[in-house]
């Protein structure tokens, strides 16, 4: 049904022109005028204008402007803090999926393990941060800890969920074709709980691009975290905002290759495919 | 005597918590034989069903299928489910290989035996789809397919067709009594049409809710395909409907 809802204006209008684009640009470019206005009219304000911010994001990446510390960084900062967000994401989810399978199929572990997880949930990875510091020391492995720590709650969540919400009709089926109870968990659970499991792993990497800067304020010296907050002591906000904007880039750009990959994985759903 | 497929010697259900679902239930289905088992809501027949697939315990007497009590589910007795139960992460042809699959047959064979019952449902077109792409009517005949690509010797039907439109209902039934005749299968067939159960059986069991049990049966002798309009269908339906709505009433009074 919903597919002849979706061709009729084709059919009928096939000349219209599809709006979606400037739909996605309106809020953005608002947004920025906003900004620009504001910076305008008050010049010599501490929030920089955009203009100022791109020729800091400009030198970030290619140098040749101002020639300092932080000249032509973007790449090797950029590397820096995605090789953690990526590492700190795979140890997360290597944790968090097999432990959330055990939690949401068996009770003994569910009994024993679901109290204590849901008390170290609510505290903010920030929280960690000093403790971080005291067991992992500074630098990057207190930085990978903690990013890690941030994506781990929400796959081990959608894990927990997906394992336990699975049809119990699927069960009956697979049983009258003769699937033994315990094959049950290969031949029905696992696939069946893949589209949750992959929410999981989106929300996982995406809370993982947003503890960056947090976990980079371990005293680690690269990564795009570490930039902003030595960019903050020396009062640049300009390239505070310009790397707040690679962030949310990379950010994007990576949950929509997730997206894109679940798209293609996961095709027989019919919230993904 | 041919030795019935499957008795039910005074199969009774009390669920935890002290409802009964069903109370003495005897029932014997010959081989090849179409029963259809009909009642109001509560009348214990999607219980007795189910305790024949094996997916709920008999609580008193026992239920014998080819000589052997069942104690669980088990892919002799091929159920299909009024919401389908397909595998949404496994194509048309790969549900139907499944069962195949699952008792050990080897991938070529399973796949060959798919494609064999794909083609037999009409299904040839949608081979490759996935379940959620498929009509409500196409989805039955894919949970067909598969009881029938397993082997299963009897087909257990809880409303199959109770989810469909009038149409897309009557080519089904008409389709399941082609593949009955053709393959030798025993049914037993759940629903609360009256009309589809005397279209369908040989034999009509009649249930009645509170506690649910076996109040008649009727066999079923019109000439198929039977006619639906004729006057002897209709005395079989004005017989039974009296019979359905007799313990109506006297729940009533």
Known sequence: MSEAVETLPLERAPARIDATPLLRIVVPVVLLMGWWAETALHPGGLIPAPSEVGVALWDLAFGGINDDAFSQMLLPDLIASASRVYGAFVLAAAVALPLGMLIGRLRLVREMLEPTLQVLRPVPVTAWLPLSMIMFGIGPKSAFFLVALGSFFPILLNTIFAVRSVEPRLFEAAQMLGVSPARLFPKVVLPASLPGMFTGLRLGLGLAWVVIVVGEMTGVQTGLGAMIMDARQLSRTEIVIAGMAVIGVAGFLSDYAVLMLGRKLLAWSPQHG | ?253
């Open chain 2, 1 to 253: 005597m041919i030795p019935p497929v499957l008795s039910a010697i005074n199969a009774g259900k009390i669920y935890p918590g002290g409802i009964e679902a069903l109370r003495n239930a005897n029932l014997t289905i010959a081989p090849g034989e179409f029963v259809c088992l009909i009642g109001a809501s509560g009348c214990g027949k999607s219980t007795l069903l189910r305790m024949i697939a094996g997916f709920e315990t008999v609580t008193s007497g026992q239920i014998i299928v080819r000589g052997k009590e069942v104690t669980g589910p088990g892919p002799d007795r091929g159920m299909v489910f009024q919401d389908y139960g397909l595998f949404p992460w496994l194509t048309i042809r790969k549900n139907i290989a499944f069962g195949p699959i699952a008792r050990g047959k080897s991938k070529a064979e399973a796949m060959a035996t798919a494609d064999r019952f794909v083609s037999m449902m009409g299904l040839d077109r949608f081979a490759d789809s996935y379940p959620h792409q498929l009509s409500g009517g196409m989805k039955q005949r894919v949970a067909i397919g598969r009881v029938l690509a397993n082997d299963a010797r009897m087909a257990l039907m809880d409303e199959p067709f109770g989810a469909l439109d009038a149409m897309t209902r009557e080519r089904l039934q008409e389709e399941l009594l082609t593949i009955w005749r053709a393959t030798g299968l025993s049914v037993v067939f759940v629903t609360h049409s009256l009309e589809e159960a005397i279209y369908l059986a040989d034999r009509v069991v009649v249930m009645s809710p509170g506690p649910g049990r076996i109040v008649a049966e009727e066999r079923i002798t019109l000439e198929r395909p039977r006619d639906v309009s004729s006057p002897q269908f209709n005395d079989i339906r004005r017989h039974l409907a009296a019979l359905l709505h007799a313990d109506h009433a006297r729940e009533a009074a």
